[in-house]
């Protein structure tokens, strides 16, 4: 059995992504090869975080007790965890509907089996200070089941992200998010931004969670 920093456990809906509005097992883990100037998650990505060692058992056995379809991983930034191409596949042989959150600066190629998750796959714009850590070969292994998310904060962002979708022609490879870092830009700045430039194939989302429980609350 292999052991995984876990930062927090918890079930609620999922406030993002294509699954947004349902139930999820969200396990977080330490740790981050990143850092986003917007992190809402600064808690779970410093080694001296407080984590739990959980094994791929003590995992399953959440699941299990809480009678739960789908699982997100993220973190922190879960595809650098030691050994959890093994906890995947795992959870995939269990049938659970896996979704991994990530940052878009890690290879996904090893996780791409017969039997894979799902994938939520940042790509950092410029307000991240992140962008030039992004990892673009991996957009050939996306379907339209994963999603390519682009978190904006300004004219600057959208239109960065607007060039990347039509490079990579992402729409017709994934479903292509936009959602607003939290706080920083009006949500009806990028509608308006959409609008404009005709970006039909498009969805915009907001964190569901956040307004649902306060912005600073763990575990939600
Ligand atoms: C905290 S990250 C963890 C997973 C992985 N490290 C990543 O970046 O995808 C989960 C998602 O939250 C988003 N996020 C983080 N801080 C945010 C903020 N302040 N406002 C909006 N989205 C944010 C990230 O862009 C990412 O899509
Ligand atoms: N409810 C809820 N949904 C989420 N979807 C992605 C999350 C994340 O932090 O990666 C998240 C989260 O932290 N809470
Ligand atoms: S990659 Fe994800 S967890 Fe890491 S700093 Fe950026 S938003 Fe936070
Ligand atoms: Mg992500």
């Not at 596949?89 to 659970?96: V, W």
């Not at 890690?106 to 850590?133: G, H, V």
Request: charged share 20%.
């Amino acid at each position: 059995m292999n052991k995984y920093k876990v930062i927090e456990k918890f079930i609620s809906i999922n406030g993002e992504g294509s699954r947004a509005g349902q139930l999820s097992a969200f396990i977080r883990f330490n740790y981050c090869n990143l850092n986003c100037s917007y992190c809402d998650t600064k808690y779970a990505n410093t080694v001296d975080a407080s984590y739990e060692l959980l094994t791929e058992q003590d995992i399953l056995d959440y699941l299990n007790d809480n009678n739960v379809i789908n699982v997100t991983l993220t973190g922190g930034e879960p595809l650098i965890q030691d050994n959890i191409d093994i906890l995947i596949n795992l959870l995939l042989e269990n049938n659970y509907s896996v979704e991994i959150e990530t940052n878009g600066s890690i290879d996904i190629k090893p996780f791409i089996n017969k039997k894979r998750p799902i994938f939520t796959l940042d790509y950092k714009t410029p307000s991240s200070n992140m962008e030039n850590k992004m990892y673009l070969n991996n957009y050939q292994y996306l379907t339209k089941n994963d999603v390519v998310k682009f978190v904006v904060g300004n004219y600057d962002d959208l239109n960065k992200t607007k060039e990347i979708i039509n490079t990579y022609d992402l729409t017709n490879h994934a479903k292509v998010y936009l959602s607003p870092v939290f706080g920083m830009i009006e949500p009806s700045t990028i509608v308006d931004y959409m609008i404009k430039h005709q970006m039909n194939d498009v969805y915009m989302q907001l964190q569901m969670h956040k307004f649902i429980w306060d912005v600073n609350q763990r575990g939600v």
